[in-house]
Nanobody, 123 residues
Framework: QVQLVESGGGSSQAGGSLRLSCAAYGLTQLSSCMGWFRQAPGKERERVARLDTDGSTTYADSVKGRFTISKDNSKNTLYLQMSSLKPEDTAMYYC?????????????????WGQGTQVTVSS
């Protein structure tokens, strides 16, 4: 059974930093497409960053240059390092995982989701 468990959320002042972690159980991150999403109250869920099986990364324009997605295969853990935080980064953050499609690779679709961790940034 696949389980994703996020941690590391909390409160920060604007300009601060937080690091989110996502521990994966029941799957090998090395062979999985991984991503971080967020959803603020009253807003649609948006993808913040993705890490594909070939090591390539993609970021939302709103976080580019401030957030970094990475993974530690030895710990089977995905990370999101967030710096220069802004009040608009306030949201519930979720990690997600899915298998690459045969012949295509990672296509931005994910099968498994964590329960989320709250990030609140004050001005």
């Amino acid at each position: 059974q696949v389980q994703l468990v996020e941690s590391g959320g909390g409160s920060s002042q604007a300009g601060g930093s937080l690091r989110l972690s996502c521990a994966a159980y029941g799957l090998t991150q090395l062979s999985s497409c991984m991503g971080w999403f967020r959803q603020a109250p009253g807003k649609e869920r948006e993808r913040v960053a993705r890490l594909d099986t070939d090591g390539s990364t993609t970021y939302a324009d709103s976080v580019k240059g401030r957030f970094t997605i990475s993974k530690d295969n030895s710990k089977n853990t995905l990370y999101l390092q967030m710096s220069s935080l802004k009040p608009e980064d306030t949201a519930m953050y979720y990690c997600a995982s899915g298998p690459p499609r045969y012949g295509v690779g990672c296509d931005g679709n994910y099968n498994y989701w964590g329960q989320g961790t709250q990030v609140t940034v004050s001005s």
